[in-house]
Every structure is written in C-alpha cells, then in structure tokens.
C-alpha cells in the first residue's frame, strides 16, 4: 500500500498554516469589521485584546462567539499567553450565558482549518448553553429577532463577572 504525504497524518514534515479557501487578509474579515465596529453586533464583552459578541446564527438562544481583537486565523497565529487569555474570557463568558439561559451545560468548540467546519477565518471560541433536552442531539442554527438578541446579550451581559 501506498502512503501519500497529504494520508499521513503523522508527517514529521510540519504544517505552517491550515487549508481554508475562505483565508482574507485582516481588511476583509468579518469579525476584524466587528472589532472595528465596522459592522454591527449584540457585544457582550470586549477589552483592549478580546471581544465576546452573539453568533448571528445561534445553535441555542445565548450562544456566544469569544475572540482576540488581533486577527489570527487559527489557534497556531497566537502566543501561548494569548490563547489562555482567550479560553479564560470563554469561561468567563460560559458562567453568565449559563446564568442568564437557565442553561444545564455549555459546549466550548473551536474550529481551525476548513477541514474543521472553520467558516469566518479569524479565531473564535463558540460558546454554547445547553439543555439536558439537548442531549445526544445535533443542533440546528436558528435565526432569532433583533429584539430578543439584544435582549439576551444585556442578560447575558448583566452576569460577567
Ligand atoms: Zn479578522
């Protein structure tokens, strides 16, 4: 049997960067517009290296996207400083949706490369509550009203510590 290079998933050739065709330079990224406050979004926190703000398309009501203000397209554009920072604003983060949702739990994913379902090319840790009703179910985005969004991102807000 043959062994490509690109089958071995042990290659001790290592990668520098991960495949995404979706790759923009900074001036295009979406979530770079959002920190620049080039485009809207329902903010739940932000500080002078991190911003924590509502997904658009929410898996459940409160589910919230934690990012570096910096871009970086995966965990690997970041220093070791910068990724702890970015999963304790995450947890941070988890304590008040589980707070304001009445959730059970909560999912931490972060996707890197497209291979990984990574769609915006610029570090994010979803944060997602979750019911015991969800268990064991694959969770469908939603689309909720403007109203309820930002109603749930002053709740969410309200419970930051
Ligand atoms: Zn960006």
């Not at 295009?28 to 924590?52: G, M, Q, R, T, W």
């Not at 400083?81 to 988890?94: C, K, P, Q, T």
Request: charged residues 25%; contains cysteine.
């Amino acid at each position: 049997m043959q062994v490509t290079a690109a089958k071995t998933p042990l290659s001790k050739k290592s990668k520098e960067r991960l495949f995404n065709s979706a790759s923009v330079p900074p001036e295009k990224c979406i979530f770079c517009k959002i920190v620049n406050k080039e485009l809207p979004s329902h903010v739940i926190f932000e500080d002078n290296e991190y911003i924590a703000f509502l997904d658009n398309h929410p898996f459940n009501e409160g589910h919230t996207l934690v990012c570096p203000k910096k871009h970086g397209e995966t965990v690997w554009d970041m220093s070791q400083e910068e990724i702890g920072g970015l999963f304790m604003l995450a947890s941070r983060v988890s304590k008040a949706l589980v707070k304001a949702t009445g959730a059970d739990g909560f999912r931490f994913v972060q996707n890197n490369g497209e291979a990984a379902n990574q769609i915006v090319p610029h570090v994010h840790v979803h944060t997602i509550p979750v019911r015991l009703s969800d268990k064991g179910k694959w969770l469908d985005r939603k689309k909720l009203p403007p109203e309820d969004m930002e109603r749930i991102a002053q709740s969410i807000k309200g419970f930051i510590e």
